[in-house]
């Protein structure tokens, strides 16, 4: 294992601490509240970590594929994408504690979603610069601006219909018929465009701390 960690680059490191963190902060509340309430972060965190790792795979895999064949694992990741942002929605859960602890309750939801949040704007700028490398700029700023606001979509599926990613496959037409219905909801709209624009506010931060001189 101390081999695969020096492998990490300097990101990746500190992703690996960040999730550790997560689990370890969680096993505190456990031990002080012998509760396991919050047992669902650590499922919605691993979750989140999966389109990164597929990010991972396309950088050193599949980078230099073929279009078609890089176009289908896109659609894969995207399905998986909305899981990393989706564990902000989880402070819904905080008006059933009734735990002395609030603050620490708090305090967990905040590093989870964030780890959640900084999984998804890596994963998207990694994707960004393979687009960007494989079509053109143009197609990496439409792509990335599309993945933000698919992801707000992604959450309201997840959060208000109960839908997960790997439904697509299980039941399509379940999950494209209920996505239709709920174009005629406004929450739909509220929840997409106020998610969306939030991640893209920080996909477009994020680009500029890296160009930032």
Known sequence: ????????????????LLILFCLVLYSIRIYITKSLFFGFLVWNLFLAVIPY????????????????????????WLLFLPNAPYIITDFIHL??????????DIFLLFTFSFTGLLLAIISITDIYKIIQQKWNTKSANYFSLSATF???FGIY???????NSW????TPITVLKKSLLSINDPKT???????????YLLLLLSKNFTTAK
């Open 157 to 163: 599926l997840g959060r208000f219909l109960r839908f």
């Open 53 to 76: 790792f597929i990010s991972l795979i396309v950088k050193k895999k599949f980078q230099n594929s073929s279009k078609l064949k890089l176009i289908v694992i896109l659609f894969i």
């Open 1 to 16: 294992m101390t081999k695969n960690i020096k492998k990490m680059t300097k990101i990746q490191k500190n992703l690996f």
């Open 167 to 170: 439904d697509v496959f299980t």
């Open 189 to 199: 709209w509220y929840i997409t465009i106020a998610f969306g624009s939030f991640l």
């Open 150 to 152: 698919l992801c707000g």
């Open 95 to 104: 008006h059933h504690i009734k735990s002395t602890l609030i603050w620490l």
